[in-house]
């Protein structure tokens, strides 16, 4: 196994590609699980990116993009976060355990933080969230001095994925706000939460200062769709001040 990363050169980017194995496996939520994949020899990207995946299905090789769910500051390995479906790769991935083979292949994207960003607006949903905790983390591990504003949408608190994760960064970064929005109520009185989709009230009143943001937004095609709409024809956003990363298979 060849477990150095060759590199090429896809017109300014480096792009790695090496084989690997299955380090750890995580349960974050009902049919969600993140899988972490040992690195050696300097594998480097951004937070936000996305990398190629590939496992043996059936005695063949098949290859499935995903996004880093981990910050480049938590070394020695990287994990993607997957919502466990009924398709073969699902199927494939639910049975993997610790020592299994893989491919990496990547880094790719520009879903990632530029260094003007001052100020940020991320709007998410389900596991979308993904490459918005590996730029949150990043973010806070770094204590860069970047104000961030995350509407994340969920069914439930159960759904929630990376919860933890995330009370505690607000912790440690006061620049850090979280507003969990879901389809019924909050059962907890302290979690900061709203009920109903991410609309342009809920915006206007979690996100009085959108003007002055940069929106990140992630999710299912459908969502990412909407909500680029309303920033564009209800709030009057800059096309520049938008970023977007679209998360199909659901």
């Not at 940069?214 to 909500?227: A, E, H, R, Y």
Request: charged fraction near 30%.
């Amino acid at each position: 196994m060849d477990k150095n990363p060759a590199t090429i050169r896809i017109g300014t980017n480096s792009v790695n590609i090496f084989e690997t194995e299955v380090l750890d496996i995580i349960e974050r939520a009902s049919a969600v699980k993140s899988f972490r994949l040992k690195v050696e020899n300097g594998f480097e990207f951004q937070p936000g990116q996305f990398f190629l995946l590939s496992i043996m299905i059936d005695g063949q090789e098949r290859s499935k993009h995903f996004s880093f769910s981990n910050s480049p500051t938590e070394t020695g390995y990287i994990e993607f976060t997957k919502r466990i479906t009924d398709s073969d790769f699902s199927k494939v991935l639910d049975n993997l355990k610790v020592g299994d083979w893989a491919r990496v292949k990547g880094p790719f994207g520009s879903f990632t933080l530029k260094a003007e960003d001052e100020r940020i607006a991320f709007l998410s949903g389900g596991i979308g969230i993904t490459p918005i905790r590996s730029m949150c983390k990043f973010v806070t591990d770094k204590a860069l001095p970047i104000d961030i504003v995350l509407l994340y949408g969920n069914n439930t608190e159960k759904d929630i994925i990376f919860r933890d994760d995330f009370d505690n960064m607000q912790k440690a970064n006061k620049n850090l706000r979280i507003v969990y929005t879901l389809t019924t109520s909050c059962e907890d009185e302290d979690t900061l939460c709203r009920k109903g989709f991410i609309d342009e009230k809920m915006i206007r009143e979690e996100v009085p200062d959108y003007k002055e943001r940069t929106f990140l937004i992630c999710g299912p095609p459908n969502m990412v769709t909407k909500l680029t709409d309303l920033l564009r024809s209800k709030l009057d956003i800059a096309e520049d001040k938008i970023r977007l990363e679209n998360f199909t298979g659901y």
